[in-house]
């Protein structure tokens, strides 16, 4: 709906561009046709058309800076849209950061990291796999791709999990349980089809899949095991 209401205005404002230019185009006319007027009125050489030529003159410098606006106006126009787009595309980048705490984003760096290694580690046997002829190539790419898109469903069923608790909080709703159940049926389809896909198309990929999903859940416990220990030891 905003998305359609966008191209309404960006048609009106293109519109107005063109009418400011075509009503600007006429205005050089009338002055051609009123400087021709005046010139054949009170110019001593009346053999000469002073009209025709009047009216060419001022058509060919109408049209000239007709052309001229339309092209530095769409361009305004653009440059204009473009900035609003930019602001827009920073506010939301400002709350997905808000969104996330230091804690949060400390854990999707780390398991990233973790993933990356493995994911390198998987790519390194599977191509080893695929020369010796134990494996095809569409094979050996997706089990190199599996960790990802498990780690990938993992970080998503995560920020559902982040988002849908701070609305509880900041609300308070009487509905967050059904909410919380909600998120939670939610993110096991998420893993189901995830684990689902790397079965259908080749089935040792579920395993890496489902160590890319572990991954983030694993960083959390030892994170947050880690400082719940310490926390036990200063008391």
Do not use: Q
């Not at 609003?84 to 996330?100: A, G």
């Not at 998987?122 to 002829?133: H, N, R, W």
């Amino acid at each position: 709906m905003k998305k359609k209401k966008d191209n309404i205005i960006h048609d009106i404002k293109i519109y107005n561009i063109i009418m400011s230019n075509v009503w600007k185009l006429i205005t050089f006319l009338l002055i051609g046709v009123l400087g021709g007027f005046l010139f054949e009125h009170y110019s001593k050489y009346k053999d000469f058309n002073y009209m025709l030529f009047s009216i060419v003159l001022f058509a060919i410098i109408g049209i000239i800076d007709f052309f001229v606006s339309i092209v530095r106006d769409s361009k305004r126009l653009e440059k204009a849209e473009k900035k609003k787009k930019e602001k827009e595309l920073k506010i939301v980048m400002n709350k997905m950061k808000n969104l996330l705490n230091n804690d949060d984003r400390r854990i999707i760096k780390l398991s990233f990291l973790v993933v990356l290694i493995i994911t390198f580690i998987v790519i390194l046997t599977s191509i080893f796999l695929c020369v010796i002829g134990h494996i095809s190539v569409l094979h050996t790419i997706w089990l190199a791709i599996s960790p990802l898109l498990g780690y990938l469903s993992s970080v998503i069923c995560y920020v559902k999990i982040v988002i849908t608790t701070k609305k509880a909080i900041s609300r308070l709703s009487e509905r967050a349980s059904k909410k919380f159940i909600f998120n939670n049926i939610t993110n096991v389809i998420i893993y189901l089809i995830v684990l689902g896909l790397c079965g259908y198309i080749f089935w040792p990929s579920i395993f890496l899949a489902f160590t890319g999903i572990v991954c983030l859940k694993i960083i959390i416990i030892v994170l947050y095991g880690k400082y719940s220990k310490k926390v036990g030891d200063k008391k």
